[in-house]
């Protein structure tokens, strides 16, 4: 059973560029959620969606975007990309049918790096 | 608002010897509670995880966590580490009906020496 992939896992951006995470949940999970991950900050929750619908959101400036389709793969964006916006983002996967039982299954991540 | 405190950033254990990683939380509702162990380079991998059912939970390669609703913790531990344990290891609540949210501890780093 293939786990959540994300792509790429490595990026080197330049500062005002913008970017497009992708992530594959497991099959036949349908909530996908998005974390960054930085030293200083800790892990810190982006968005979830559900069936297409963003359906959480955290703190973050509406630079930081997202979308699921039908087949339940996300993608993140990141529009005029800052030094700051370096991280490991993190997508993780769960049923959704009952999150409590099922926990959620992490991918490896993407390493972003802005220059 | 929930949140999660990791009583030390730093743990360094000797092989062979108990690990205990502590995790407080604050709630005012029942939480669902969950360790990841996260290795160099890589994602969050599942360690336990607590819903409300027996208050001491099993996990994969030897953790248990003990919750305990008087003391608002939700510790690790195990009772015999090992060199391959060493890593990062994150306590997690998930906000009770607010579905795909993790809030995290600031996780603490386990060191085994030989």
């Known amino acids: 059973k293939a786990g959540v992939t994300q792509t790429p896992r490595y990026l080197i951006k330049t500062r005002g560029q913008q970017v497009t995470l992708s992530c594959s949940p497991i099959s036949g999970h349908r909530s996908v959620s998005w974390y960054q991950q930085t030293p200083g900050q800790g892990l810190q929750f982006l968005f979830e969606?559900?069936?297409?619908?963003?359906?959480n959101k955290g703190n973050f400036p509406g630079r930081f975007s997202g979308r699921q389709f039908s087949n339940s793969r996300s993608e993140m964006n990141v529009s005029t990309l800052e030094l700051g916006d370096s991280a490991l983002y993190l997508c993780a996967s769960s049923l959704a049918i009952s999150r409590f039982n099922y926990g959620y299954t992490f991918g490896s991540g993407t390493r972003l790096t802005v220059v | 608002a929930q949140s999660v405190t990791q009583l030390g950033s730093h743990v360094s254990v000797s092989e062979g010897a108990l690990v205990l990683l502590r995790c407080n939380y604050s709630?005012?509702?029942?939480?669902?509670l969950f360790w990841y162990v996260q290795y160099p380079n890589q994602g969050l991998q599942l360690l336990l995880k607590y819903t409300s059912a027996a208050t001491l939970v099993k996990g994969i390669n030897g953790f248990e966590a003990e919750f305990k609703k008087s003391e608002t913790s939700f510790h690790l531990t195990k009772p015999s580490a090992h060199m391959s344990d060493a890593a990062e290891y994150f306590c997690a609540v998930s906000p009770s009906g607010n579905t795909g949210k993790l809030i995290f501890g600031q996780g603490t780093t386990l060191q085994v020496k030989p």
């Open positions: 709630s005012s509702v029942p939480p669902y």
């Open positions: 969606y559900f069936s297409e619908t963003q359906r």
